[in-house]
């Protein structure tokens, strides 16, 4: 069980600080999470915390590729209904 983050990452330091189990480092191009420690915050917290600050949505992913922090997350607004705000915005 590890979570990991892909190469949307902006390196904000956001996640490195609120990971209680030490799992994130600085690499590069962007940040990393070794899968040896990552707890994906069991017993620790209802979500990952990681997820829970990262600016960007889909950066991270569970062990099966999912994204945790989907489209929407950020903002609460289904990508679908953001759409149409665009759309309606950009006819203006």
Same mark, same amino acid.
């Given at each position: 069980?590890?979570?990991?983050?892909?190469?949307?990452?902006?390196?904000?330091?956001?996640?490195? +600080?609120?990971?209680? @189990?030490?799992?994130?480092?600085? @690499?590069?191009?962007?940040?990393?999470?070794?899968?040896?420690?990552?707890?994906?915050?069991? +017993?620790?917290?209802?979500?990952?915390?990681?997820? @829970?600050?990262?600016?960007?949505?889909?950066?991270?992913?569970?062990?099966?590729?999912?994204?945790?922090?989907?489209?929407?997350?950020?903002?609460?607004?289904?990508?679908?209904?953001?759409?149409?705000?665009?759309?309606?915005?950009?006819?203006?």
């Amino acid at each position: 069980m590890a979570l990991s983050i892909v190469d949307s990452c902006v390196n904000c330091w956001a996640c490195y +600080d609120v990971c209680p @189990s030490d799992a994130i480092y600085e @690499s590069k191009p962007h940040f990393k999470i070794n899968a040896r420690k990552c707890t994906e915050c069991e +017993d620790d917290y209802a979500q990952p915390q990681c997820a @829970s600050i990262c600016p960007i949505e889909e950066a991270i992913l569970d062990a099966s590729g999912m994204a945790i922090n989907p489209p929407g997350s950020l903002t609460g607004i289904p990508p679908e209904k953001m759409a149409e705000a665009l759309k309606e915005i950009q006819a203006r």
